[in-house]
């Protein structure tokens, strides 16, 4: 039990496009998400985190307007990457957690490459 | 708000022998500390956690141990096996993670 599914598992697109990445649990309810990035080498660094039904908390640094939030339904969070740029390219990897809040269910990220 | 520390950055160690990798946490409050593993561009996955109300825990080959006073814990991985070369990151509560250690199994 306890999956969660992301896709896509990469993509590239061209810089000024947006790109939206799903995060889906599959067998449980997700009442918190979380969104990661993940720069080759280094640890995860928490972006945001998001409750159903409402908005996301984003972390110090990261530009709410850029990294668009949507956490619609208990099993389904998506992250938009708007208007991308090559510094945006990295491994972004979303988790999620049920009644047990402190457990969270990695996805098995998405890599992105923005030429 | 938390920081998290993680000692060695990297670690090589022979098959058969032990592994250890410790952390360290700044917030006093923070009660729950997993432990992930994660492979090479694959997800991170949880192997361990401990809560503050236990000093240590074992499951097979893995065990953490946890002292609240001086605020740190540790990964603890016997009888090495290659497939458990890895990246292993610690975290304290549940969204900060220490900066990750790379073990390597060699054979």
């Known amino acids: 039990g306890a999956v969660v599914s992301q896709h896509p598992s990469w993509v590239i697109c061209k810089s000024g496009t947006s790109v939206k990445i799903e995060c889906r649990s599959l067998?449980?309810?997700?009442?918190?998400m979380f969104w990661y990035r993940q720069f080759p080498k280094q640890s995860l660094m928490l972006m945001a985190t998001?409750?159903?039904?409402?908005?996301?908390?984003?972390e110090q640094g990261v530009e709410k307007d850029k990294f668009l939030i949507n956490h619609a339904s208990l099993t389904l969070s998506t992250l938009t990457v708007t208007s991308a740029h090559p510094e945006d390219s990295s491994f972004y990897i979303c988790s999620a957690s049920g009644i047990r809040k402190e457990t969270q269910y990695f996805g098995p990220g998405t890599r992105l490459l923005v030429l | 708000g938390e920081n998290v520390e993680q000692h060695p950055s990297t670690l090589s160690v022979q098959e058969g022998d032990s592994a250890v990798i410790k952390c360290t946490y700044s917030?006093?409050?923070?009660?729950?500390f997993p432990w992930y593993k994660q492979e090479l561009g694959k997800r991170p996955q949880l192997i361990i956690d401990i809560r503050s109300n236990v000093g240590e825990k074992k499951d097979q080959r893995i065990a953490v141990t946890l002292n609240k006073t001086a605020k740190h814990f540790s990964l603890h991985i016997t009888e090495t096996q290659p497939e458990d070369s890895a990246v292993y990151f610690c975290a304290a509560t549940t969204i900060t993670f220490g900066t990750g250690t790379k073990l390597q199994v060699i054979p």
């Open positions: 998001s409750n159903e039904g409402s908005k996301a908390t984003y």
């Open positions: 917030d006093s409050a923070s009660n729950y």
């Open positions: 067998d449980f309810q997700a009442t918190t």
